[in-house]
């Protein structure tokens, strides 16, 4: 690796602790003028809300996307957007149970399905989505196993019963040319 590239690489890591401190002091200084704007007791029950009404739309909103994969499934396409829009679900659901006004916008922004069909026409192309279709109904017979035969390969000895009427065997059966 080259030092301009290891260089590249600790700056934008160095970049992520300064991300997160500006993160808090906006939640910070969102919950002063908020809290300042509508009382303390009224931004903390704000904030709970916030955690109780994203955990119902994330229950909501992904038992939809969870029928909405396997319908697409049952179609026989491949669900890559559906899996996307479950995955930011998740996510706004998280961002509604973290504390704060900042972060509970984002979530609420994500539960709007106009939001997440922008983002996945923003990301489609650059996401591989790998299926496995392979399941108890969808398993087949691998072809190097099936065996073919015809009349004069196969025969049938007749073991029924000895008090078994002729005909009550489901079977149709065929005369053994060797005998």
Request: hydrophobic content about 50%; glycine content about 10%; overall charge positive.
């Amino acid at each position: 690796m080259s030092l301009s590239k290891r260089v590249d690489a600790t700056v934008r890591l160095s970049i992520i602790p300064l991300i997160f401190l500006g993160y808090i002091l906006l939640e910070i200084a969102v919950f002063i003028l908020v809290g300042d704007a509508i009382g303390v007791l009224p931004t903390l029950g704000l904030i709970l809300l916030s955690g109780v009404v994203g955990v119902g739309l994330m229950r909501v909103q992904g038992f939809g996307v969870i029928a909405r994969i396997r319908s697409e499934q049952a179609a026989g396409r491949v669900p890559g957007r559906e899996v996307l829009h479950g995955f930011m679900i998740l996510l706004a659901g998280i961002l509604l149970l973290l504390p704060g006004f900042v972060t509970d916008v984002l979530g609420l922004l994500l539960f709007i399905p106009a939001v997440r069909d922008g983002a996945w026409n923003l990301l489609k192309n650059r996401l591989t989505v790998v299926t496995n279709v392979r399941g108890f109904r969808g398993r087949r017979a691998p072809a190097d196993r099936v065996v073919d035969l015809d009349d004069a390969d196969f025969h049938r000895t007749d073991q029924r019963a000895p008090d078994a009427k002729p005909g009550s065997s489901p079977w149709i059966r065929h005369e053994d040319p060797r005998d």
